[in-house]
């Protein structure tokens, strides 16, 4: 399988701009070849477009410093490209599974530049990475390649922050677990309750959404390609960015400890797309980051050769007691305990749902009998009126 490792590095002031011009021509290269795509009634194939848009154009006066950088991260903007336009057209047909792929668009000047280089672009040189026709960069090594890399990205992103991320092939490891399995439940005000009774709490984002907020309606009141605006706009791009970061620590340090103490993850399937469509919940889902910590436990799950389980979204954990198995149908949101007259226990909402996950992962949900079927079962709140 293979992984991906980001490192961050401070170029010098002649390095920012040799990748400055790196990035330019990259992004010329990329809206050039796309825009020969679109002129063209039936797509030309990747070695036709790099002649034409790089070998050719390099001896024309409007693009011949196009030959003053690598050719090797040009060349790649246009494979990158073909790719683009193959999971374009494998989406149309269905041949692609998840959310559709849309139609390739032009790269723009603002906003997140990248560039890759291949073997023969880069090599190592001591404790830093020469990147042709750029130099050698130095980059904050916090942990060891454990392989040598078969592809390096240079990436700038909307904050002016320069990161170096290499793609490498990992083997799986085998490690014994602690538990043989776990259900997962997700949710806005605990970001996950776990079958086994913990709970895991979100870090806050509100302080730094209000900034972000506020910064962006006096980003909307500022004149366009002025000095103040683009002054602001780094400033959202730096908030951002710090509310991201907090949220990929989280979801590591979480997903690790999930991954290294179960055998068996299982997991419920929610349709998040849809669920973002509530005007007064989609600000706080969006922010907790829920598929980005799927992928985060599936991705760790198969490295270190756990198991990972999905049921599906139509399956009554929160309705059932996951005692007695009794099914006491559809509760509102703002109960979060009940009380099962069928067996007498009180459940907490979010560890019955996560504890019915676990259940019907492991195959285990028909040992359960449903007993006194004609007996209520009523939020906690409302004992005393039954």
């Known amino acids: 399988m293979k992984a991906r490792y980001r490192y961050r590095f401070y170029p010098t002031s002649q390095q920012q701009q040799s990748l400055a011009r790196l990035f330019g021509c990259v992004r010329v290269v990329w809206n050039d070849a796309l825009a020969l795509c679109k002129q063209s009634d039936k797509k030309p194939s990747s070695a036709d477009l790099q002649k034409i848009v790089i070998t050719q154009a390099k001896n024309t006066e409007e693009r011949a410093w196009l030959g003053e950088v690598s050719c090797v991260p040009l060349q790649q903007s246009v494979a990158d490209l073909d790719v683009a336009f193959k999971n374009f057209f494998n989406s149309c047909k269905g041949k692609r599974k998840g959310r559709k792929v849309g139609y390739p668009k032009f790269k723009k000047r603002t906003g997140s530049q990248s560039a890759r280089f291949r073997v023969g672009g880069f090599s190592f040189k001591h404790r830093g990475i020469y990147l042709a026709k750029i130099g050698i960069v130095s980059p904050i090594w916090s942990r060891e390649l454990p392989s040598e890399p078969s592809s390096v990205t240079v990436i700038k992103d909307c904050a002016n922050r320069y ?52 910064l962006q309606r006096k980003l909307a009141r500022q004149p366009h390609d002025s000095r103040r605006r683009s002054v602001t706009r780094i400033r959202i791009a730096k908030l951002h960015n710090q509310i991201a970061d907090t949220r990929q620590d989280f979801l590591h340090k979480l997903s690790t400890k999930i991954v290294n103490e179960n055998q068996v993850i299982i997991w419920e399937d929610l349709n998040v797309s849809g669920m973002v469509k509530n005007r007064k919940l989609s600000r706080a889902i969006s922010q907790q980051g829920w598929y980005e910590f799927r992928t985060l436990c599936e991705a760790k799950s198969e490295k270190l050769g756990r198991e990972f389980k999905v049921i599906s979204r139509w399956e009554p954990t929160s309705q059932v007691c996951s005692d007695c198995g009794f099914k006491w149908g559809k509760i509102d949101l703002s109960i979060r305990s009940v009380l099962c007259l069928s067996c007498g226990t009180e459940q907490d909402r979010d560890e019955n749902a996560a504890r019915n996950i676990e259940m019907v992962g492991m195959g285990h949900r028909h040992d359960l009998k449903c007993t006194l079927r004609q007996s209520k079962t009523i939020s906690v709140a409302s004992v005393d009126e039954a």
């Open 163 to 214: 990161f170096l991320t290499f793609v490498i092939e990992v083997q799986p490891i085998q490690a014994e677990a602690k538990n043989p399995s776990i259900g997962i439940d997700l949710g806005i005000k605990t970001f996950a309750v776990m079958s086994n009774g913990e709970k895991a709490e979100s870090p806050s984002y509100k302080k730094l959404d209000r900034k972000v907020r506020k």
